[in-house]
Nanobody
Framework: QVQLVELGGGLVQAGGSLRLSCAASGRTFSNYVMGWFRQAPGKEREFVAR????????YYADSVKGRFTISRDNAKNTVYLQMNSLKPEDTAVYYC?????????????????WGQGTQVTVSS
């Protein structure tokens, strides 16, 4: 089992920044591809970003590319999501995810572990 705890959500004005963190425990952190998803009210959960086991490779949804940066610190068992130039449409509950396989990020139903989520609200 892997436990994931997200921190860092909150209320920010449009154009502002937030950094989310997700602390993992329970298994070897570096064995997992880490990612972030989000779910806005009335919408399905969607992919935001993922980072490979060592951190050498990242991938972003088009909607956040150039504004969000995912990173990880394997020594601290933590993954981060730096969010800049935030827009009201970024408002959502953000979920941390962990999975051993990169391919599972193409189908979120196959993701092994999820955090409880943290609310991000961007005001206009």
């Amino acid at each position: 089992q892997v436990q994931l705890v997200e921190l860092g959500g909150g209320l920010v004005q449009a154009g502002g920044s937030l950094r989310l963190s997700c602390a993992a425990s329970g298994r070897t952190f570096s064995n997992y591809v880490m990612g972030w998803f989000r779910q806005a009210p009335g919408k399905e959960r969607e992919f935001v970003a993922r980072i490979s086991w060592s951190g050498s490779s990242t991938y972003y949804a088009d909607s956040v590319k150039g504004r969000f940066t995912i990173s990880r610190d394997n020594a601290k068992n933590t993954v981060y999501l730096q969010m800049n130039s935030l827009k009201p449409e970024d408002t959502a509950v953000y979920y941390c995810a962990a999975d051993r396989k990169l391919s599972d990020y193409s189908n979120m139903k196959q993701i092994d572990y999820w955090g409880q989520g943290t609310q991000v609200t961007v005001s206009s």
